[in-house]
């Protein structure tokens, strides 16, 4: 098992974090698009989020990387929070695949995928997005179309869309 390390939110961390706390308590969906230099930690935490949200009851949780490589790291940060979680084995796992992970008593899944399909996403509810690295995708108007499709726009949904910067 790996080491647990205690979570210290950075300057810019702790700005996503208030945002997303403010969403909550106002009880209002929350989007989020950030312009992310590198090292700052905002993927880190975007899947953080993606991991709390997939242990509420009934959720879906998608990451969208530019590419499957990409899309790997971002999912194994999600997958290193679950091992490292104190918890883990009051939240036992029905899936815990190389694209998946579905907790079996709450109902809740989280997949990853990559914006080189545009129609990523469409065929689900989902709850809670990461969006990294837009500006490298090949399509970002149509996969964005297609994930805004997905997200029901409703109180205590989540969508963080993050890049770093690719031209104007």
Known sequence: FAQQIPFRPNWAQEEIVREVETALVEQRPCRIITLKARQL??????????????????????????????????FD?????YETWPFREAYPVKYYRKNQLTFERQGSNVWVMTAENPEAGR???????????????????????????????LPGTLLIAESTANGV
Request: hydrophobic content about 40%; proline content about 4%; aromatic content about 8%.
């Open 123 to 153: 065929s689900r509810t989902v709850h809670c997005a990461h969006a990294s690295e837009v500006a490298f995708w090949s399509d970002p108007t149509a996969t964005m179309t297609a994930l805004n499709n997905s997200d029901p726009n």
């Open 41 to 74: 930690g905002v993927s880190t935490l975007a899947e953080a989020f993606v991991f709390l949200w997939a242990l509420r009851h009934n959720t879906n949780s998608l990451v969208i990387a530019d590419d499957k490589p990409n899309g790997e790291t971002l």
């Open 77 to 81: 940060k999600t997958k290193l929070y």
